[in-house]
């Protein structure tokens, strides 16, 4: 599989991508390059390999699961330019 110089335009144009014909022309070879490295790859008889998420075992580090509200409220709204019974204020938008 190759592409040409039309189909990288129509991807340009699909990506949204302003693109010189200058920058179409160098982006063919590149393009093709890839898509043979690809296509190389899978020539690999990977028949009895386990798929792997990571080369080194690693365990995952698991805390406990407690439920805190952070009891930080009146922090919290001291940031707020307005508050009022514990709680933002913001402007009334609905008429």
């Given at each position: 599989?190759?592409?040409?110089?039309?189909?990288?335009?129509?991807i340009a144009k699909l990506a949204r991508i302003a693109m010189s014909d200058?920058?179409?022309?160098?982006l063919v070879?590149?393009?093709n390059a890839i898509i043979g490295w690809v296509e190389q790859l899978a020539e690999v008889?990977?028949?009895g390999?386990?798929?792997l998420t990571?080369?080194?075992?690693?365990?995952?580090?698991?805390?406990d699961d407690a439920v805190t509200d952070?009891?930080?409220?009146?922090?919290?709204l001291a940031n707020a330019p307005v508050a009022e019974?514990?709680?933002?204020?913001?402007p009334k938008v609905i008429e």
């Open positions: 599989m190759s592409v040409n110089t039309e189909q990288v335009r129509h200058a920058e179409i022309a160098a070879p590149e393009l008889d990977t028949d390999v386990e798929p990571a080369v080194i075992d690693q365990k995952l580090r698991l805390r952070g009891d930080c409220r009146d922090a919290v019974h514990g709680f933002f204020a913001v």
